[in-house]
């Protein structure tokens, strides 16, 4: 008996090659296809959006964390400048105040020098001199009056002092004694003279008063019994 055999061979036409050129068609179909389709597309920007998104809010965090770190610094700028502008302000007021009282020294240093000078020709009492200052209190003013005895003995004279302020207001001239607009530690009735003697008190004048002049009188108790009138321009310093 013959036995038959058969064999079999490969296709010629079917060489790997033909495999892997076959693959490479499907998936490129198939990346075209997706790539083409609307919903691939969606999803495709879906996902470029979530990555931006993603970029945005790490910069938002950071910019909000430089935002509070600059917040803070200028926070401590503003304390310091405020601190800066407060010891400035104390500053330039403390030497206003300082320039005020050097300038009204100034003005009774010399208002005394005058007084030491005519008081070098002059002998027996004497009213030398009237220094008024004003305060920061409205119609209040301070006054310094300056009487002298000067003699070839120191005899003590004994005397009293009347001032009056003339002056206007809207009812027209007006004239004010001692007694009316005296403030204070009340006005002594004698006083006592060596060589040198400061009489010291407060005015009070009425509202809408305006000062023009002081009239000083002085009247000698014993010895010669001397009258003394003097008028003074109402000048006053600044507090």
Known sequence: MIMLKHIVKKNPRFRPTHYVIFFTIVVFVAIWYLYDNPRFNAIRTQLSQ???????????????????????????????ANVDNETSISLQNEIKSLQDKVFNLRRELTFYQGIITA????????????????????????????????????????????????????????????NKISAGAEHKDIIKIRNFERVEGNLNLPDGFEPLRVLVDLKQHDGEKLRLHRVFEWRTGDA
């Not at 301070?142 to 003339?166: F, R």
């Open 119 to 178: 008081s070098s020709y002059s002998r027996g009492l004497n009213i030398q001199g009237l220094h008024i200052e004003a305060t920061h209190k409205k119609g209040f003013f301070k006054y310094k009056l300056v009487l002298t005895n000067i003699g070839k003995s120191d005899k003590v004279a004994e005397v009293s002092v009347d001032m009056t302020v003339e002056g206007s207001d809207k009812s027209g001239f007006r004239t004010l004694g001692l």
């Open 50 to 80: 979530a990555h931006d998104i993603n970029l945005l809010l790490g910069e938002n965090l950071n910019l909000k964390k430089q935002n509070k770190e600059l917040r803070k610094q200028i926070l401590k700028l503003e304390r310091l």
